[in-house]
């Protein structure tokens, strides 16, 4: 076990998530004006290795929180369940959407969506579509999930009661902070209806807290962002 860690990062449970938590929005904000490439590879840096300055303090490795392949099988069977329960609804609420936003005005529209133009659904794959699954799945999915559920929502829940069982899954103050600081944390890139990420966040966490993994939770959320990009392609052809 180490020294105890960095002095800059605090001890308690709360202030060691929260400094971690503003170290990673900070350098992202200050990587994406540069390039949101940039931005890209500090976010999934710091999401995977910034937790190590405090989990080397404690002896802990990351099946502590949650990454680890051993129950790989379990963790598939959740993802498929929760996608069949989820993605039926969610397209038709995409759809729905998407034919709702010529109702609303053009600065609601660029506020409250990426989107320009109206739909006009034509089946289509995004472009690199083999890549944007590689992407989403490593890069972006499966760093997040560790870091917001895997440990950042673990540390919370370390100061905090669990919380009333919901589903199999303790829901406590940990899980909803976890979900509205997975929500700010898209500010980063200076986009506000980014901020509609907090209700997927909802269903990663209760996942982590149903299986005690995030493996199934970054499956779901890599095919939820490839499902959105599908989407996206065949209404908006982005």
């Given at each position: 076990m180490s020294d105890g860690g960095p002095a800059w990062l605090p001890r308690s449970a709360v202030g060691e998530a929260l400094t971690l938590w503003a170290v990673c929005f900070g350098g992202i904000a200050l990587a994406y004006p540069l390039s949101p490439t940039v931005a890209k590879l500090v976010a999934t840096l710091?999401?995977?290795?910034?937790?190590?300055?405090?989990?080397?303090?404690?002896?802990?490795?990351?099946?502590?929180?949650?990454?680890?392949?051993?129950?790989?099988?379990?963790?598939?069977?959740?993802?498929?369940?929760?996608?069949?329960?989820?993605?039926?609804i969610f397209i038709a609420g995409y759809v729905a959407f998407a034919q709702g936003l010529s109702l609303l005005p053009d600065a609601w529209v660029?506020?409250?969506?990426?989107?320009?133009?109206?739909?006009?659904?034509?089946?289509?794959?995004?472009?690199?579509?083999?890549e944007?699954?590689?992407?989403?799945?490593?890069?972006?999915?499966?760093?997040?999930?560790?870091f917001y559920r895997g440990y950042l929502q673990a540390r919370l829940r370390d100061a905090w009661p669990q919380g009333r069982r919901f589903l199999g899954a303790r829901l406590g103050p940990a899980f909803w902070l976890t979900a509205v600081l997975f929500a700010l944390g898209h500010l980063a890139i200076f986009q506000v209806w980014r901020l509609a990420v907090?209700?997927?966040?909802?269903?990663?966490?209760?996942?982590?807290?149903?299986?005690?993994?995030?493996?199934?939770?970054?499956?779901?959320?890599?095919?939820?962002?490839?499902?959105?990009?599908?989407?996206?392609?065949?209404?908006?052809g982005r």
């Open positions: 710091g999401f995977l290795y910034l937790p190590g300055f405090a989990m080397d303090r404690r002896g802990e490795d990351y099946p502590d929180y949650g990454l680890s392949v051993r129950t790989l099988g379990a963790d598939l069977r959740q993802f498929l369940v929760v996608s069949a329960v989820f993605f039926p660029r506020v409250l969506t990426p989107y320009t133009g109206l739909p006009h659904f034509a089946w289509r794959l995004p472009d690199r579509f083999a944007l699954v590689i992407d989403h799945t490593f890069v972006v999915a499966l760093p997040e999930e560790f907090f209700f997927p966040a909802l269903v990663f966490g209760w996942m982590r807290e149903r299986s005690g993994s995030v493996v199934g939770a970054a499956l779901f959320h890599a095919a939820s962002n490839l499902l959105v990009a599908t989407l996206d392609a065949c209404f908006f």
